[in-house]
């Protein structure tokens, strides 16, 4: 696990490293950036948590390996999620249905709805992540934990 911060721009003014303190702070990452943290064949990379935002979201970046079976069903239950397909055809479960979503494709999953995703496709899928409200990240070291306590994919 990496947990890594990118760069910075606090209070509209030049670049920083480190964390943005207000949610009015601007924060500049370049592709990539971000805290990272590797869970075997699944790599989350942090743009944005509740320090960042005051709680109001969090913003993160998953890419999916080739052959993610998937992260087990979960459900949040007092947070939604927001997930926008940006490579390849990851599938998600919602409720009981399995859905493909390719590029472009827009997902929202309310509080307390049951859901999953997985990469069953030929090449490395990613997606882009909002937490509402924010402090998921908070959940990365157990989230981790889990993950190197799994069998390899």
């Known amino acids: 696990m990496n947990a890594a911060d990118g760069n910075r721009s606090e209070g509209g003014?030049?670049?920083?490293?480190?964390?943005?303190?207000?949610?009015?702070?601007?924060?500049?990452?370049?592709?990539?950036?971000?805290r990272r943290y590797e869970l075997g064949p699944l790599?989350?990379?942090?743009?944005?948590?509740?320090?960042?935002?005051?709680?109001?979201?969090?913003?993160?970046?998953?890419?999916?390996?080739?052959?993610?079976?998937?992260?087990?069903?979960?459900s949040h239950t007092a947070n939604d999620e927001v997930f926008y397909m940006l490579e390849d055809v990851p599938e998600f479960l919602v409720g009981d249905c399995w859905r493909r979503c390719t590029p472009g494709t827009f997902l929202?999953?309310?509080?307390?709805?049951?859901?999953?995703?997985?990469?069953?496709?030929?090449?490395?899928?990613?997606?882009?992540?909002?937490?509402?409200p924010g402090g998921f990240e908070r959940n990365m070291p157990e989230i981790c934990a889990w993950f190197v306590a799994q069998e390899p994919v």
């Open 13 to 34: 003014g030049g670049a920083g490293y480190g964390s943005a303190s207000h949610r009015c702070d601007v924060i500049l990452l370049e592709p990539g950036e971000g």
């Open 108 to 132: 929202r999953i309310p509080a307390g709805v049951g859901h999953d995703f997985r990469n069953p496709g030929e090449t490395t899928a990613k997606l882009l992540n909002l937490f509402i």
């Open 43 to 74: 790599t989350g990379v942090f743009k944005a948590d509740e320090a960042e935002t005051e709680a109001a979201y969090s913003v993160s970046e998953w890419i999916l390996e080739i052959g993610l079976k998937g992260v087990g069903g979960h």
